[in-house]
């Protein structure tokens, strides 16, 4: 338990995984070794499919620029969600990428409704990351998430679209 102290520096931590133990033998600082050691192999296991999605995404956002997303939108109102939450979910992103996009966007004419579907599904759905997220959290997760996501995407963009004509 001495070997603890200089990770956490508290005496009182020590006193509580030795209550908790219930005064069991086992050696807590070997269980701690060798969660870090499965975490660490975990990681390392990844790192070759995370470093292919941050390539991939750096490819994608360097050769699809602004004008090929805006001549996707054809002024059809399903059509254009579609084509919308369809371009957020490869050309996945953070969130405040997506502000200045979809302002740009809506400042082409592209409608509220396709903007709101490509906004939510950039942020929620990747699928560029789809083989990142199989391996760390499962394929059957990652799938069914996905897919709830992409539908949310249009149910999310309505409601805002009847709550902003509401509004005006």
Do not use: C
């Not at 990770?7 to 030795?18: A, E, M, N, T, Y």
């Not at 620029?65 to 939108?73: A, M, N």
Request: no cysteine; proline share 1%.
């Amino acid at each position: 338990m001495k070997g603890l102290r200089w990770i956490h520096g508290s005496d009182f931590l020590v006193r509580k995984i030795q209550s908790l133990s219930n005064g069991r033998k086992k050696n807590v600082q070997s269980s701690w070794l060798d969660s870090l050691t499965k975490a660490g192999k975990g990681v390392l296991s990844m790192l070759p499919v995370i470093a292919g999605v941050i390539l991939l995404l750096g490819l994608f956002n360097t050769f699809v620029t602004g004008e090929i997303i805006t001549s996707l939108f054809r002024g059809v109102y399903i059509f254009d969600g579609l084509v919308g939450s369809l371009l957020g979910s490869i050309l996945a992103g953070n969130a405040i990428t997506s502000y200045i996009i979809g302002n740009e966007l809506l400042s082409k004419q592209v409608s509220l409704f396709a903007v709101t579907t490509f906004m939510v599904s950039w942020v929620t759905v990747g699928l560029v990351q789809l083989p990142a997220e199989m391996t760390a959290l499962g394929k059957r997760f990652s799938l069914l998430r996905n897919a709830i996501s992409f539908l949310l995407s249009f149910v999310v963009a309505g409601l805002v679209t009847f709550t902003m004509e509401i509004i005006a």
